[in-house]
């Protein structure tokens, strides 16, 4: 899935309504839909540094399309 102009350098981006992480090099059609309803909502978070572990950190629970819960650097 080609990543949202705005996280061309993201990896990981939040839903703040349902404090879902999504990983945006999954290529997965389901979950660029749900990218694309996300950003036209603005409801979004990035995280810094990019990691799953920060998203989770700010308590922010991965999309089953996150298979591993292991994280590339």
Known sequence: MAR?????????????RT???????VDDPVVASLIDELMTSEQFASFAPDTLAE???RGYHPHPSI???AESS
């Open 19 to 25: 404090l879902t992480v999504y990983d945006l090099d």
């Open 55 to 57: 998203a989770r950190n």
């Open 4 to 16: 949202p102009g705005r996280f061309s350098a993201s990896r990981y981006l939040g839903d703040k």
């Open 67 to 69: 298979r591993s819960p």
